[in-house]
C-alpha cells in the first residue's frame, strides 16, 4: 500500500488491520468533504505531535453510543455533523485505541489514493 | 491512549497533560498542569474562523478526583469553577500564539458546556483527605456539596472503632430526619412537594476517621449556584434543633413550625444518643459561607430535649405553624386562607369550632399565627386517603421591642 509521505516508519503500526464494519466520524460539511478526512499532520504540519503515527491516522467510533457520549462531553464535537460509512475501504487498516470513557475509538490510516469521504454520509441523530 | 502534547499556553505556564477523556483526532477533554502545579480541565469548545476554542478551567486535584469519579457532572465544573472562572483559549490553525482571555463560570454560554447532569465514571485514583485544606468550607467548594462530619464517642471512650448497628441506626435516623425536614421545608401543606425530586437530600458516606471514630458526610448532589441546596436548609434546621439555647419554647416552636413526622425523626435520632450512652460533635459546611453550624449532643442533651419533644406533642399533636397573612374567610362554609410571604405558600382548610367562635376578632389582610393540625383521613369505599389541615388557633403575632412595646 503507498502510504501517505509523512507517516513515520513503522506507520501504521504492526498490530493494525483491514477494517470491517461500519464506522462514525465527526464532520463539518455535508456532504462530507476530503477536507473532513484529513490527519492532523497534513491539517498542523507545523505543530510537534509526541506521537506522529496517531497524528497520521484519523478517529472513528465504531458505536453509535460512543458518538452520543462524546457529543455530550464535548461542545466541539456536539456543534459537528455525524458521517457514518463502512471502514471496509481497501487500502486502509484501523486499530482499536480506546479511553477508559470511549471504547470503540479506532485510529484508522488511510493510503494516499483514497478517498474515503465519498464512502461516507450524513446520519440523523437519535438519542 | 497515545501522548500528547497540548498547546503552547505561554500566560497558563508550560502544560503538561495528565489524562486524556476523550481523544478525537487529538485530546478533546482532559486534565493537564502546568509547571507551577495548576491543575486543568480542558475540553474543546469548536473550530471558529481564528483556530480551536477550548475551555481550561483551574482546579484543584481532589475535585479533579470528584469529577473523575462521576461525582461532580462536567457542566458544574466547567460552570462552577472553584475560582470563579475559566480560561477560553484559541488556538490558531497557523503560527499565531494561542489567545487566552479570563471567563467567568457565569458569562459562560451554554453551547459552550458539556451536557447537564453528563459525569465521567472513571475509577478512583486518590483522594486528600481534608486535613490538606486550610477549612473545612473550602473543601465544600471544592466539591460544590454539603459536608457534615460527625465525631463520635461511644460509652465516653475515645475509640477508633464503631459498633455496626448502633452505627447503621444512626446514620440510617440521621438520612431520615434530613429527609423529612427537607420534606417539610419544602413541601405545600396538602403535602405535595415542591419541585425537589426524590433523593434530593440523600447523604453519602466518605470517609472515616479512626482517630477518635469521625464520619464524613456529604450530600449526594451538588448545590445550586448559589451554593445553597435542600440538604443545606434541612441541616440548617436540624442545627438550630439541637441548639436552640435551653429555652425549651424556641424548640417546642420549632417543632411546631416542621410537620409533626420531623419531631418524631428527631425524637428518633436523639434517643439513639440517649439510650446507647454515645456522644456526637456535629460540624456542618456549605458552600455558601454563610451556611454551617456546630452542636454537640450527649446522652443527658438528647434526654433533655427528648421531654420537650413529647411536651410538644402533647399540645399539639399534629400541629404545625404558620406565620402569614389572614387572606381570605368563608364564614358558610367555614374556611379559611393564610398566606405565609416567608414561604411563598398558601395554606387553606376548615376552621376548627373553637377558632370560629372568635372569627370576628380577627381581621382578613392581617397578619397572624395559625396553628394548622394535619388530619389525615381514608375513605372506606374508595380506599383513597385525604388529608385535611384544620385551623386550630390564630393568634396575633408578639410585637418586636422596635414597635416600642416589650416582647411577652
Not at chain 1, 453509535?64 to 462524546?70: G, K, N, P, S, T
Not at chain 2, 460552570?79 to 488556538?91: D, H, L, N, R, S
Not at chain 2, 458569562?107 to 486535613?131: A, S, Y
Not at chain 2, 412537594?193 to 447523604?203: M, V
Amino acid at each position: 500500500m503507498a502510504w501517505h509521505k509523512h507517516f513515520p516508519p513503522d506507520c501504521p503500526p504492526e498490530d493494525s488491520y483491514p477494517p470491517e464494519g461500519i464506522a462514525y466520524r465527526f464532520v463539518k460539511n455535508d456532504p462530507p468533504a476530503e477536507e473532513d478526512f484529513i490527519d492532523h499532520r497534513r491539517k498542523f504540519p507545523d505543530r510537534h505531535f509526541n506521537d506522529e503515527c496517531i497524528a497520521c491516522g484519523l478517529s472513528v467510533y465504531t458505536e453509535w453510543e460512543d458518538v452520543l457520549i462524546a457529543r455530550q462531553m464535548v461542545p466541539g464535537m456536539n456543534r459537528k455533523k455525524i458521517a457514518m460509512g463502512p471502514v471496509e475501504i481497501e487500502q486502509t487498516v484501523i486499530k482499536n485505541t480506546p479511553s477508559d470513557t470511549l471504547r470503540s475509538h479506532h485510529t484508522w490510516w488511510l493510503s494516499e489514493e483514497v478517498k474515503v469521504h465519498e464512502c461516507f454520509e450524513i446520519t440523523e441523530i437519535w438519542e | 491512549m497515545p501522548n500528547w502534547n497540548p498547546p503552547e499556553l505561554i500566560e497558563l505556564g508550560k502544560i503538561e497533560l495528565i489524562e486524556i477523556f476523550i481523544f478525537y483526532d487529538e485530546p478533546r477533554l482532559f486534565s493537564c498542569k502546568n509547571n507551577w502545579g495548576q491543575y486543568f480541565l480542558s475540553v474543546w469548545v469548536e473550530e471558529s474562523d481564528e483556530g480551536d476554542v477550548w475551555l481550561y478551567v483551574p482546579i484543584s486535584k481532589v475535585r479533579l478526583e470528584y469529577v473523575r469519579t462521576g461525582q461532580i457532572d462536567l457542566r458544574t465544573a466547567f460552570q462552577i469553577p472553584e475560582k470563579g472562572y475559566a480560561f477560553k483559549v484559541i488556538t490558531s490553525f497557523g503560527f499565531e500564539p494561542a489567545k487566552i482571555d479570563k471567563i467567568q463560570g457565569v458569562d459562560l454560554n451554554e453551547d459552550d458546556l458539556p451536557k447537564e447532569g453528563v459525569t465521567l465514571n472513571l475509577p478512583n485514583i486518590e483522594v486528600e483527605t481534608v486535613t490538606t485544606y486550610d477549612t473545612l468550607h473550602e473543601y465544600a467548594q471544592k466539591i460544590w456539596r454539603d459536608i457534615i462530619r460527625i465525631k463520635l464517642r461511644f460509652n465516653e471512650q475515645n475509640l477508633p472503632e464503631a459498633p455496626i448497628d448502633l452505627l447503621g441506626d444512626l446514620l440510617s435516623v440521621l438520612q431520615d430526619t434530613i429527609n423529612t425536614i427537607g420534606k417539610a421545608i419544602f413541601s405545600t401543606p396538602r403535602g405535595r412537594e415542591y419541585a425537589q425530586p426524590l433523593g434530593w437530600t440523600d447523604l453519602v458516606l466518605v470517609k472515616t476517621y479512626s482517630g477518635s471514630f469521625e464520619l464524613e458526610i456529604i450530600s449526594a448532589n451538588i448545590s445550586d449556584l448559589a451554593g445553597d441546596s435542600p440538604v443545606s436548609a434541612a441541616f440548617e434546621k436540624l442545627f438550630s434543633l439541637i441548639n436552640y439555647e435551653d429555652d425549651p419554647s424556641i424548640l417546642q416552636q420549632m417543632l411546631i413550625s416542621l410537620k409533626s413526622r420531623s419531631a418524631l425523626k428527631y425524637k428518633k435520632l436523639l434517643k439513639l444518643f440517649s439510650e446507647t450512652g454515645t456522644e456526637a460533635e456535629l460540624q456542618w459546611v456549605s458552600p455558601n459561607i454563610e451556611k454551617k453550624g456546630h452542636a454537640i449532643i450527649t446522652p443527658k442533651s438528647a434526654n433533655r430535649d427528648i421531654e420537650v419533644i413529647e411536651a410538644a406533642q402533647e399540645l399539639y399533636p399534629n400541629t404545625f405553624m404558620v406565620v402569614g397573612k389572614l387572606i381570605g374567610v368563608n364564614i358558610r362554609l367555614r374556611n379559611y386562607e393564610i398566606y405565609s410571604e416567608d414561604e411563598q405558600k398558601k395554606y387553606s382548610g376548615t376552621i376548627d369550632l373553637s377558632v370560629f367562635d372568635e372569627i370576628n376578632k380577627f381581621t382578613v389582610g392581617e397578619l397572624y399565627i395559625g396553628f394548622i393540625e394535619e388530619v389525615t383521613e381514608k375513605i372506606i369505599s374508595t380506599g383513597v386517603q385525604r388529608t385535611k389541615y384544620i385551623l386550630k388557633e390564630l393568634k396575633k403575632p408578639p410585637l418586636s421591642k422596635s414597635d416600642g412595646v416589650e416582647t411577652p
